[in-house]
């Protein structure tokens, strides 16, 4: 009952007083440390400059007017120098009458009465500036510094056995308090330097040297005796380095962690008013924003109520809210299940209902560690170019724009060569090294990325050279979003496993098309990502082919990793769940500020909206790519429609080539799906480069469709629905471009 009345008492109490240790586990703050707080390990600096202004102001200055003292940092500044002054009284009386008693010489007199007076005269000075100055009050831990060093040196060079031999004056064994004075004054250095880690460590080294090179070199006390008073002061200020250590990232982990909930309670806000403007919102982010109100309701209930009893059930009320909305953006809140731990349930129950009656995952070792080896630590290995056979020279060069250039053009490799999948993916495992680590044989494979790019059909737009492209896209995010230090090379050969097959087998219709046809493929997946279930398991299939298995020398752990990320990764390029992949990620990324790329489960989900980018990216490329591909994908979209006109079923939306208007439907389909997507994509990677290249570019295309459909409009005589020609409009995309020659090749050959 005791400890539940402190807990009330000390719950608003600033959080340096809350970092102490008593206080600190009352208040139960062990239970909810950050394990990667961002700050230097050794000196306790946040990496973030701007934070550890705001850090320093939170100590030193008030809420509401940053240009006065806070309420503990003048407390803190009284005892400091209540002691100060107190102290430096006593040193100057013992002075004086040491002096009359001629156990003191004038020069040693003189020595102790300027320091002295020099001492109080900067530190109230100082202590004028604070109150007076904001700039001084934010940075006054360098002058305490400043003053602790010269008090020190005053305390060590001023002490009656070393100042005799300085001064030449006959030695007596009356002495001011000194040693005692470098004990007490460091303890209240602590006080008004907030326990800053890393100013203690300068003061304790240089006092502690000081004080052994002038005792040493000056008193005329045995060495021992000098040892055994250094020992002594120095075990003091190690404990009491040790405890200033633990204190001071106690202190910045409460800091960071009330900054990220007051950040996560303001960018709510934003999101909450961006929000609003979304036409299209998920259930979670439903869920998510009504989360985040009701915890906008419970902190203004909280300041407003002055019982501390019912302040600490809206904070408990908060973090049971705050839980809510993390298991809900985690997607664990309904199908996630736990086994408890229970009288009723032994072992073997338990192992046999999570056999049989839990969800099916393939067991991973928990004792092999994870090598920490990432892509970033990997040199691109200089080989011999493989395909000098093509005889082409550019080759080379093209395919080192691979993941490096944003506008990379895949058919050029495709029309030099004949293939793309295969030419790209040797190009890339040989480049970074990837055969060689995982034990692939060369011929297995060439075998399986040949069969790979023989399981695409030729379809307009699903076809061998898409795939290709969505990996160079990809790897561009990869290599220009700092990924890199967290990819592992398992987690490379994956990302390329799984965007060059996420579309084998496509046969050129949408999902609904084939369930709403009752096609075997929507029969089999149970209507549930048809297509992308069936790139799933043609990926591993192929992969079981004799000869193709190119994760044969995998360990099992790495198998089932690998498996799981591609699974995951292809299974979220499903249209159809667009809003609700989405607002997944948004509220993860942009709401929560969770995403953590060194957790497995939260890479993969950022893997997965990459793909997902990448996998509509040519939105976002140069007006003559953009076009070409459009082009490609109309025309594979009104193939579907032309099935379904001889099958007398209703022609799905933008799939009619007679009735359909193109830049009307591109305008639509960059404003209401890509624009959005890459929007969120880029506030998450925060790279000006992939800004640039990717959200201005699809921006840009977006404004070129809408010119382009204002001036057929003011021209056609617009009345709701155009019907255009659309062989001229497929002229006017192709036009002399080598793209478009390259096109034609494509399908001449096919």
């Given at each position: 009952?005791?400890?539940?009345?402190?807990?009330?008492?000390?719950?608003?109490?600033?959080?340096?007083?809350?970092?102490?240790?008593?206080?600190?586990?009352?208040?139960?703050?062990?239970?909810?440390?950050?394990?990667?707080?961002?700050?230097?390990?050794?000196?306790?600096?946040?990496?973030?400059?701007?934070?550890?202004?705001?850090?320093?102001?939170?100590?030193?200055?008030?809420?509401?007017?940053?240009?006065?003292?806070?309420?503990?940092?003048?407390?803190?500044?009284?005892?400091?120098?209540?002691?100060?002054?107190?102290?430096?009284?006593?040193?100057?009386?013992?002075?004086?009458?040491?002096?009359?008693?001629?156990?003191?010489?004038?020069?040693?007199?003189?020595?102790?009465?300027?320091?002295?007076?020099?001492?109080?005269?900067?530190?109230?000075?100082?202590?004028?500036?604070?109150?007076?100055?904001?700039?001084?009050?934010?940075?006054?831990?360098?002058?305490?510094?400043?003053?602790?060093?010269?008090?020190?040196?005053?305390?060590?060079?001023?002490?009656?056995?070393?100042?005799?031999?300085?001064?030449?004056?006959?030695?007596?064994?009356?002495?001011?308090?000194?040693?005692?004075?470098?004990?007490?004054?460091?303890?209240?250095?602590?006080?008004?330097?907030?326990?800053?880690?890393?100013?203690?460590?300068?003061?304790?080294?240089?006092?502690?040297?000081?004080?052994?090179?002038?005792?040493?070199?000056?008193?005329?006390?045995?060495?021992?005796?000098?040892?055994?008073?250094?020992?002594?002061?120095?075990?003091?200020?190690?404990?009491?380095?040790?405890?200033?250590?633990?204190?001071?990232?106690?202190?910045?982990?409460?800091?960071?962690?009330?900054?990220?909930?007051?950040?996560?309670?303001?960018?709510?806000?934003?999101?909450?008013?961006?929000?609003?403007?979304?036409?299209?919102?998920?259930?979670?982010?439903?869920?998510?924003?009504?989360?985040?109100?009701?915890?906008?309701?419970?902190?203004?209930?909280?300041?407003?109520?002055?019982?501390?009893?019912?302040?600490?059930?809206?904070?408990?009320?908060?973090?049971?809210?705050?839980?809510?909305?993390?298991?809900?953006?985690?997607?664990?809140?309904?199908?996630?299940?736990?086994?408890?731990?229970?009288?009723?349930?032994?072992?073997?129950?338990?192992?046999?209902?999570?056999?049989?009656?839990?969800?099916?995952?393939?067991?991973?070792?928990?004792?092999?560690?994870?090598?920490?080896?990432?892509?970033?630590?990997?040199?691109?290995?200089?080989?011999?170019?493989?395909?000098?056979?093509?005889?082409?020279?550019?080759?080379?060069?093209?395919?080192?724009?691979?993941?490096?250039?944003?506008?990379?053009?895949?058919?050029?490799?495709?029309?030099?060569?004949?293939?793309?999948?295969?030419?790209?993916?040797?190009?890339?495992?040989?480049?970074?090294?990837?055969?060689?680590?995982?034990?692939?044989?060369?011929?297995?494979?060439?075998?399986?990325?040949?069969?790979?790019?023989?399981?695409?059909?030729?379809?307009?737009?699903?076809?061998?050279?898409?795939?290709?492209?969505?990996?160079?896209?990809?790897?561009?995010?990869?290599?220009?979003?700092?990924?890199?230090?967290?990819?592992?090379?398992?987690?490379?050969?994956?990302?390329?496993?799984?965007?060059?097959?996420?579309?084998?087998?496509?046969?050129?219709?949408?999902?609904?098309?084939?369930?709403?046809?009752?096609?075997?493929?929507?029969?089999?997946?149970?209507?549930?990502?048809?297509?992308?279930?069936?790139?799933?398991?043609?990926?591993?299939?192929?992969?079981?082919?004799?000869?193709?298995?190119?994760?044969?020398?995998?360990?099992?752990?790495?198998?089932?990793?690998?498996?799981?990320?591609?699974i995951a990764i292809v299974l979220e390029t499903d249209m159809s769940r667009h809003f609700e992949i989405l607002g997944r990620f948004r509220t993860r990324?942009?709401?929560?500020?969770?995403?953590?790329?060194?957790?497995?489960?939260?890479?993969?989900?950022?893997?997965?909206?990459?793909?997902?980018?990448?996998?509509?990216?040519?939105?976002?490329?140069?007006?003559?790519?953009?076009?070409?591909?459009?082009?490609?994908?109309?025309?594979?979209?009104?193939?579907?429609?032309?099935?379904?006109?001889?099958?007398?079923?209703?022609?799905?939306?933008?799939?009619?080539?007679?009735?359909?208007?193109?830049?009307?439907?591109?305008?639509?389909?960059?404003?209401?799906?890509?624009?959005?997507?890459?929007?969120?994509?880029?506030?998450?990677?925060?790279?000006?480069?992939?800004?640039?290249?990717?959200?201005?570019?699809?921006?840009?295309?977006?404004?070129?469709?809408?010119?382009?459909?204002?001036?057929?409009?003011?021209?056609?005589?617009?009345?709701?629905?155009?019907?255009?020609?659309?062989?001229?409009?497929?002229?006017?995309?192709?036009?002399?471009?080598?793209?478009?020659?390259?096109?034609?090749?494509?399908?001449?050959?096919?």
């Amino acid at each position: 009952m005791s400890s539940k009345i402190l807990e009330l008492n000390f719950i608003d109490q600033p959080i340096s007083k809350q970092s102490n240790s008593p206080i600190y586990s009352i208040l139960q703050h062990e239970d909810r440390e950050v394990s990667n707080l961002p700050i230097s390990p050794n000196l306790l600096n946040f990496a973030d400059k701007h934070l550890n202004q705001k850090y320093y102001q939170a100590l030193y200055t008030c809420k509401d007017e940053c240009t006065k003292p806070s309420p503990e940092f003048k407390s803190n500044l009284l005892c400091f120098y209540l002691f100060l002054s107190i102290y430096i009284a006593i040193l100057v009386i013992f002075a004086l009458l040491l002096h009359s008693e001629g156990k003191l010489s004038d020069t040693q007199l003189a020595f102790h009465l300027i320091c002295l007076g020099g001492i109080v005269l900067f530190g109230y000075v100082l202590l004028f500036c604070i109150y007076k100055s904001q700039w001084f009050l934010i940075q006054n831990r360098v002058f305490f510094l400043a003053l602790g060093l010269l008090f020190f040196t005053y305390l060590i060079v001023g002490d009656q056995r070393v100042l005799s031999e300085i001064t030449d004056s006959n030695h007596t064994e009356s002495r001011l308090p000194m040693s005692i004075g470098i004990v007490c004054f460091l303890v209240l250095l602590r006080l008004v330097l907030f326990e800053c880690f890393y100013y203690l460590v300068i003061l304790v080294v240089y006092a502690l040297v000081l004080f052994l090179g002038v005792e040493i070199g000056y008193s005329r006390l045995s060495v021992y005796s000098t040892l055994s008073e250094f020992c002594l002061i120095c075990l003091f200020f190690v404990l009491q380095t040790f405890d200033s250590q633990k204190i001071d990232f106690r202190t910045r982990q409460l800091f960071w962690r009330k900054e990220k909930e007051e950040e996560g309670i303001e960018h709510s806000k934003k999101i909450d008013e961006n929000t609003n403007k979304i036409d299209i919102k998920s259930e979670t982010e439903i869920i998510i924003n009504s989360c985040d109100k009701i915890r906008q309701e419970l902190k203004y209930a909280y300041h407003v109520i002055i019982f501390k009893d019912v302040k600490k059930r809206l904070k408990q009320a908060m973090g049971l809210i705050d839980k809510v909305k993390r298991r809900v953006a985690h997607g664990s809140f309904f199908d996630d299940v736990k086994l408890e731990q229970s009288l009723n349930l032994d072992e073997q129950d338990k192992a046999f209902i999570k056999e049989n009656y839990m969800n099916v995952t393939v067991e991973m070792s928990r004792e092999r560690n994870d090598r920490k080896v990432t892509m970033s630590d990997i040199t691109e290995k200089e080989t011999a170019f493989p395909f000098h056979s093509y005889g082409v020279a550019e080759l080379e060069s093209v395919l080192f724009s691979v993941g490096k250039n944003w506008n990379f053009d895949i058919w050029f490799v495709y029309n030099t060569t004949g293939h793309s999948i295969f030419i790209v993916a040797k190009y890339l495992l040989q480049k970074w090294n990837l055969m060689e680590s995982f034990a692939i044989p060369e011929d297995v494979c060439d075998k399986y990325f040949q069969t790979v790019e023989k399981g695409y059909n030729h379809n307009p737009y699903h076809n061998a050279c898409h795939a290709a492209d969505v990996l160079h896209t990809m790897l561009f995010f990869c290599l220009n979003g700092e990924f890199l230090k967290n990819l592992s090379p398992l987690d490379t050969i994956s990302i390329i496993v799984g965007a060059l097959g996420h579309d084998v087998g496509h046969p050129g219709v949408t999902n609904r098309f084939l369930v709403n046809n009752r096609d075997e493929i929507a029969i089999q997946y149970n209507d549930n990502s048809v297509l992308e279930n069936m790139h799933c398991f043609k990926i591993f299939s192929m992969m079981a082919k004799t000869g193709c298995n190119i994760f044969e020398k995998l360990q099992p752990d790495d198998w089932a990793k690998a498996r799981k990320l591609i699974i995951a990764i292809v299974l979220e390029t499903d249209m159809s769940r667009h809003f609700e992949i989405l607002g997944r990620f948004r509220t993860r990324a942009l709401s929560l500020l969770d995403l953590n790329l060194e957790n497995q489960d939260d890479k993969t989900l950022i893997l997965s909206m990459g793909l997902k980018c990448a996998d509509i990216g040519h939105s976002a490329k140069l007006k003559d790519l953009h076009e070409k591909w459009t082009e490609l994908v109309c025309e594979e979209f009104f193939k579907q429609g032309d099935v379904e006109k001889s099958r007398k079923q209703p022609v799905s939306m933008y799939c009619d080539r007679e009735n359909t208007d193109l830049p009307k439907s591109q305008a639509g389909f960059l404003k209401n799906i890509c624009i959005p997507l890459f929007e969120v994509w880029c506030q998450f990677l925060k790279s000006e480069m992939i800004t640039k290249l990717c959200l201005e570019q699809a921006k840009a295309n977006y404004n070129y469709w809408e010119d382009k459909g204002r001036m057929r409009r003011s021209t056609v005589g617009y009345s709701g629905a155009v019907v255009k020609d659309v062989d001229t409009e497929r002229k006017q995309l192709l036009g002399s471009s080598d793209i478009g020659v390259r096109r034609q090749s494509y399908q001449s050959d096919h």
